[in-house]
């Protein structure tokens, strides 16, 4: 049988559909909506109402406000007003907490990485006392303030007067005060008065507060410089100042009786018609601000703030820290000549003078580095002691944290043509202290011949190694002959002494230069050489060393 049409049989009559037995078919339409809710809280903005109603807002019997709109409200987005927002960098700023900067907490007075206004109020505190409870700076006022000779004031209301007066002012007289001792000549060390205003300073200071009006004249002037006598002497000899208070410099103490001086001095050179000595001290230190040089006005925490608690110095630092640690133990204590003179100095207090024999040492003052730089580096790294009398090692001294930022800023001096006059810094802090410090690790290499030791003759430290610079030796010092048990026995033969650092080395003679193979093999070999000294030959053993490899 063949079907013709669907090509299929017709089904059984019994398995036709009927109207009993049909299933209809799924009409294929949207699926029902759900029901519209009667009600909610969400405000309708004025642009939506519009919309509904396809005009303006009927007002008060309005009822779109909490309820839904039938029609789909569209959404509205005003125009920003003015310029784009801009987007915002994240701007991560460096903690000096928990970094290599953070021991500084421990040892400063304002315990804190920079100096408080507490720490500047009980700094004066201990100044004033010291420095107007002398007979003459009563007999001064006396003199001096109109009101007290009228009876209308009292010395200790006048007193109390200029103090309020120089408290405000604290910080310029801290820092002029520090700035006129970077000034002054000399970098000894404890008790040497090297951190101290000499003659030379002051008279500087004379000259520049006054700016580029005409000069005083003779008389005046002559005035000006006795008052640096005057003020200069001790009227108690058994005073805790007088022993630090030498004749030729000012401590902080008498810096205060200085400024109260020369105002005195100048309000009449000038007839500027004060009465009261407050009036003629507010002129000075109007003086000072417009007059005065950058670097004796400017507050030693900006420079902390902007160029040393940063990641990169953090990282150079961490980096060579353990050369660096070893630098600040091995000077103080191989200083052992000045510290028997001093029994009271403490080992491990690191100096201007041990500063000045590391950067000696170092040939930075050979590679660039003035030494008033190097100072001014010194002086401002201290962080603010409120007593320099009962504290004085510790104010004439640097802390491992403050050692840091004395090189620190020594790189950024080193890096600038002019140095700290110039009131600028370029480049990057980090790098600046990185070629820095490099340079300055040659320069110890070859004086320390490779090796950093303690040279303190009856210290337990004594000849103890804490780094080696073998790394950092120049080229032409591949070749190296150390004589270990001749020159560390030999305490003459000090870096500190040495004249003439690489004539210290042993000779080898050229027919004994090592080859190129034997360049950072370690090979050690045996030579007799004469020593220069006495005459006599002696076996010494001689380390080839490969200086470009670490």
Known sequence: IVYIGSGFPPPPSGLLPDYETEVPHYKHNDPPAAPR????????????????????????????HGTLPVKDAPWFCRPAIGKEKEIEEEVILFDPSGSIFNDRKKHADSKSFFNTSRVYGRTFEHDWKRGTETKRFSKFLTIHDARIKSGEMTIDKALKEVKTLMKKNTKLLLQSFQYYCIMSPGMGGYGSGSTNIHQNAYMKFLNQVQGSRDKVDDDRFQELVRTFLTVNLVEDKK???AKFNQVNSLLKQEWIEVIARVAVILNNAYEKGNTTVTESIADVFGMMRSNLPTEAIEDDDDYRRKRLYTFGVNDVLEKYKSTLYACHVVYPVSNHKMRTKKAELKLELFGLDDWERLMSDSEMYQNGLNRSDSKAAFMKARMQVTDEITHRQKDTSLSLVDFYEALCRSADYWSVEGGMSSGVFFGSPAENLERFLLKMFEGLAVSWKGELRCQCHGHAWDQKKFASLMRWLPKEDAILGIQKQADYGNSAKSPMNSQNRRDSYSEVPDSHSAPESALGGGIMSSEVVVDKETGKEKRISVVYANIETD
């Open 37 to 64: 809710p009667t009600g909610h809280s969400i405000s309708v903005c004025r642009e939506a109402c519009t919309f509904v109603h396809g005009g303006k807002c009927p007002g008060k019997s309005c009822k779109l």
């Open 239 to 241: 005073d805790a100042s």
